[in-house]
């Protein structure tokens, strides 16, 4: 038996269309799940909205959801909470009602395998469960980074990884938590989580400041460990100044089809700065013995429940206007932190 859904397809550059297609009920070892809410990402799916992202890349290879290449028309989105209505044989009819997540694209309703659905039990709103993918990439490069005490670290970008990573490395005994991002909003929303200090990149005076603040008196100039997650690659120069000898650069941005023209004379040949590639799809291979993806997924979980982000989420968008929401992000990224989309219960 099959019946219709709706889902969000990016059709071109700047282009969304909703189309409504066919889904079969649940099969053995299955659950259908009316979506209640997912989460839009402003890096990977601005990328793929703008057309920005290199068609040949499989989307994503460790997502079973998620098939074929970056190229048009696509279905994508990574983040979805909903409520399971109907389960296939083998499945206990308990689990009817429940509220689960599912890494699934933007959709009124999917059909998954119970064993690839999370059980939502705690307190945790739908909407800030969204947020458990970028949780999950938070926890990823703080593993990817090994912070220290007593360290000095800098983060550039504060969108909603970038600020997940801020609030995860606050608690931390560091010397000094310093962040950039060019909106105002975001800027505010990293001292709320516990930055110390946090500038707009964009002003020319920004490096020394930064410095400064990362210093505070100690005998070491610059960042012991610096992120780059803005999603910009000429903020890579900037993060590389910012990075003192033998420090450590976690480059957790994905810049699709733009390139890094890096400055890398000069002072760069001799800092022995390491330049780290850091990506949530797999983990560190020294971590493999003792760390698996369900346990750095159920921390994320765990953790966000403590840090309860709601805070971050400042529109929510009917699913029938979702191109709405993808224009908001684009035209105007100071007024946005998360996006996520609703779906009322006639989806």
Same mark, same amino acid.
């Given at each position: 038996?099959?019946?219709?859904?709706? $889902?969000?397809?990016?059709?071109?550059? +700047?282009?969304?269309q909703?189309? @409504? @297609?066919?889904?079969?009920?649940?099969?053995? /070892?299955?659950?259908?799940?009316?979506?209640?809410v997912?989460?839009?990402?402003?890096?990977?799916?601005?990328?793929?909205?703008?057309g920005?992202?290199?068609?040949?890349?499989?989307?994503?290879?460790?997502?079973?959801?998620?098939?074929?290449? *970056?190229?048009?028309? *696509?279905?994508? /989105?990574?983040?979805?909470?909903?409520?399971? &209505?109907?389960?296939?044989?083998?499945?206990?009819?308990? %689990?009817?009602?429940?509220?689960?997540?599912?890494?699934?694209?933007?959709?009124?309703?999917?059909?998954?395998?119970?064993?690839?659905?999370?059980?939502?039990?705690?307190?945790?709103?739908?909407? @800030?469960?969204v947020?458990?993918? %970028?949780? @999950?990439?938070?926890? %990823?490069?703080?593993?990817?980074?090994?912070?220290?005490?007593?360290?000095?670290?800098?983060?550039?970008?504060? /969108?909603?990884?970038?600020?997940?990573?801020?609030?995860?490395?606050a608690?931390?005994? +560091?010397?000094?938590?310093? &962040?950039?991002?060019?909106?105002?909003?975001?800027?505010?929303?990293?001292?709320?989580?516990?930055?110390?200090?946090?500038?707009?990149?964009s002003l020319?005076?920004?490096?020394? !400041?930064? +410095?400064?603040?990362?210093?505070?008196?100690?005998?070491?100039? /610059?960042?012991?460990?610096?992120?780059?997650?803005?999603?910009e690659?000429?903020?890579?120069?900037?993060?590389?100044?910012?990075?003192?000898?033998?420090?450590?650069?976690?480059?957790g941005? =994905?810049?699709?089809?733009?390139?890094?023209?890096?400055?890398?004379?000069?002072?760069?040949?001799?800092? !022995?700065?390491?330049?780290?590639?850091?990506?949530?799809? &797999?983990?560190?291979?020294? *971590?493999?013995?003792?760390?698996?993806?369900?346990?750095?997924? %159920?921390?994320?979980? $765990? =953790?966000l429940?403590?840090?309860?982000?709601?805070? *971050?989420? &400042?529109? !929510?968008?009917a699913?029938?206007?979702?191109?709405?929401?993808?224009? +908001?992000?684009?035209?105007?990224?100071?007024? $946005?932190?998360?996006?996520?989309l609703?779906?009322?219960?006639?989806?």
């Open positions: 038996m099959t019946f219709a859904r709706r $889902a969000v397809y990016f059709t071109g550059p +700047l282009q969304l909703t189309r @409504e @297609e066919a889904v079969h009920s649940p099969r053995h /070892g299955e659950v259908l799940v009316r979506t209640l997912s989460g839009i990402s402003a890096g990977t799916e601005l990328l793929i909205y703008r920005q992202a290199p068609g040949d890349l499989p989307v994503d290879m460790s997502l079973p959801a998620l098939g074929g290449n *970056l190229e048009f028309p *696509l279905k994508y /989105g990574y983040a979805a909470v909903g409520r399971v &209505t109907e389960v296939g044989l083998g499945v206990n009819e308990e %689990n009817i009602g429940t509220t689960v997540f599912a890494f699934q694209p933007h959709q009124t309703h999917f059909v998954v395998p119970l064993d690839q659905t999370l059980l939502l039990a705690g307190d945790l709103l739908p909407e @800030e469960a947020l458990l993918p %970028n949780a @999950e990439t938070a926890v %990823n490069l703080v593993h990817d980074g090994r912070p220290m005490a007593g360290e000095q670290v800098a983060v550039f970008g504060q /969108g909603v990884v970038g600020l997940l990573t801020t609030a995860l490395l608690p931390m005994p +560091l010397a000094s938590l310093v &962040t950039l991002d060019r909106h105002a909003l975001r800027r505010q929303a990293s001292l709320d989580f516990g930055a110390h200090d946090s500038f707009d990149p020319n005076e920004t490096l020394p !400041r930064l +410095l400064g603040a990362l210093q505070k008196g100690s005998d070491y100039p /610059g960042a012991d460990l610096t992120y780059e997650l803005s999603g690659p000429q903020t890579l120069d900037q993060a590389i100044d910012a990075t003192g000898f033998d420090g450590r650069l976690v480059i941005s =994905w810049y699709g089809r733009k390139h890094a023209a890096l400055d890398l004379g000069g002072r760069f040949h001799r800092s !022995r700065i390491r330049l780290m590639a850091s990506q949530v799809s &797999t983990l560190a291979p020294e *971590l493999r013995g003792r760390w698996s993806h369900a346990r750095r997924l %159920n921390y994320a979980l $765990a =953790w429940e403590a840090l309860r982000p709601a805070r *971050l989420i &400042t529109h !929510r968008v699913f029938e206007q979702a191109a709405d929401a993808y224009r +908001l992000l684009v035209e105007k990224p100071g007024e $946005a932190i998360q996006v996520v609703t779906y009322g219960d006639g989806a």
